[in-house]
């Protein structure tokens, strides 16, 4: 009785073991849900605004930019765990302790006491990254860490922007150093270290000065024009809800206003006249711009959104000053390695300008027409090397074709109007001056009162 009993039973487990398990498609099911539901979300303005993980550079990055890795890697000082405790940066960690010692005593505080207040919010802390990345730490030691790293970051900018660097204890040329190791995806500290930190001080209005002034001054915008940036230090929201300080530095390069493109009425008609699918051309650098009557100014605002195309009989494409120096490239690198992180929303901004404005130059030529214009400051070399970098920098990077589309669409139709080119030589030629223009005026009232005396000249002789 028992052994028949006994298949009977195994049926049954087998049966509850079915209902408990779902089958694959239910499985499938429910995966696609997710997804949709999280599609739903993105982008979405009402949502919360996703906070990107301090993260490596993501490999794909690393792959397609095996010349860049220098870059991405910590030259003098290492911010944060991702870095920390390599043999290279001992003698750095020796002067992060020293200032974070200064930063205590500015304040009047205690070292322990602000161990403590990032203690408190340590395991909030701990999600701004990888679990895998600072498996190795355990609370206390992340907590110090970000105490003696929050505290010598925020002194060193403090005194930076007060050009107080005696306060710093250390060499020029190392503290040239620190200031781009700042603004490294792979060395960036929590926000809310620094946040903690600031609303311990004596002063937390002056040290969040500091870090708004230290961000303006880092702008790769920020060029000796006298106008000042536009930056606002804080969203719109009035929250410092940023994830670290490149984050901050990324916003910063897009705050600003926005010009709209304009065409007069001349400028409508060249431009529908170059609407011609059949004969489409392209350009290829600012050289050829020229050639076909586009002009390039500065814009109104530091913004790297703010291009814009006006047309008239010439056009003019108006673009943002931008500062090339020995930094400019570790900037960017990592701006768009933030981008491309992909639990980061954006609308890789960055990578895009990177990519217009590398479409524009293609020569020595093209970088020595903008730093003619005054759109390029170039402390960083030769007009070629600018040339060069820029190609490297922006090669195999994908833009988010619709920032600029409707800059690209114009430019085009400009540039297909067959009469673009004759059009613009005859200004260049004949009005490239004042006194071009006032000589073919006076040529033309010249030309009108010999036509006038003439006219009645013969119109008096025919009497007789």
């Known amino acids: 009785m028992r052994r028949n009993q006994e298949p009977h039973q195994r049926e049954v487990r087998l049966l509850i073991l079915e209902m408990e398990q779902p089958d694959f498609i239910t499985q499938e ?152 190791d700042v603004f490294l995806l792979e060395n960036q500290l929590p926000y809310r270290v620094l946040q903690i930190l600031i609303e311990s001080s004596k002063e937390p209005q002056q040290w969040k000065n500091s870090i708004t002034k230290f961000i303006a001054e880092s702008l790769m915008t920020n060029v000796e024009s006298g106008r000042q940036s536009q930056h606002g230090g804080i969203r719109e929201d009035g929250e410092d809800d940023y994830a670290h300080l490149l984050e901050r530095l990324r916003e910063e390069h897009l705050t600003g206003s926005i010009e709209e493109n304009s065409k007069t009425a001349f400028g409508r008609m060249f431009l529908s006249w170059g609407d011609n699918q059949k004969h489409r051309k392209t350009y290829r650098s600012f050289k050829e711009l020229k050639e076909s009557g586009i002009k390039v100014q500065p814009s109104e605002s530091n913004n790297l959104k703010n291009i814009s195309f006006h047309c008239n009989l010439l056009g003019r494409l108006k673009m943002p000053r931008l500062l090339v120096d020995d930094s400019i490239a570790f900037k960017f690198m990592n701006l768009v390695a933030l981008e491309t992180c992909l639990d980061y929303e954006n609308d890789f901004a960055i990578t895009s300008y990177l990519c217009f404005l590398d479409s524009l130059i293609n020569t020595a030529e093209d970088v020595k027409e903008l730093r003619v214009k005054g759109l390029i400051h170039n402390y960083l070399g030769s007009d070629q090397e600018v040339a060069d970098l820029f190609n490297k920098m922006s090669r195999d990077l994908v833009p988010d074709q619709g920032i600029y589309i409707k800059v690209t669409e114009s430019i085009h139709k400009y540039c297909n109007n067959p009469l673009t080119p004759t059009v613009a030589q005859l200004i260049y030629t004949h009005f490239s001056s004042p006194w071009t223009v006032f000589g073919f005026f006076g040529a033309i009232f010249y030309l009108s009162l010999s036509i006038i005396q003439a006219y009645f000249s013969s119109q008096g002789g025919s009497r007789h």
């Open 29 to 180: 099911v429910e995966r696609m849900e997710s997804a949709l539901r999280e599609v739903e979300n993105w982008g979405n303005a009402s949502s919360p605004r996703a906070r990107p993980l301090i993260q490596r550079v993501s490999s794909v990055l690393r792959g397609i930019k095996p010349d860049f890795q220098k870059y991405f890697e910590p030259r003098l000082v290492s911010i944060g765990p991702l870095h920390h405790g390599k043999s290279r940066f001992k003698r750095s960690e020796q002067a992060k302790h020293k200032l974070a010692a200064l930063f205590v005593q500015e304040n009047g505080i205690t070292a322990r006491s602000l161990f403590d207040k990032i203690k408190v919010e340590i395991n909030e802390l701990r999600e701004c990254y990888n679990p895998d990345d600072i498996k190795e730490f355990d609370d206390d030691r992340l907590a110090w860490m970000f105490f003696i790293d929050g505290s010598a970051t925020l002194f060193t900018i403090h005194n930076i922007v007060k050009r107080t660097f005696e306060n710093l204890k250390t060499k020029v040329d190392r503290l040239v150093f620190a200031q781009v």
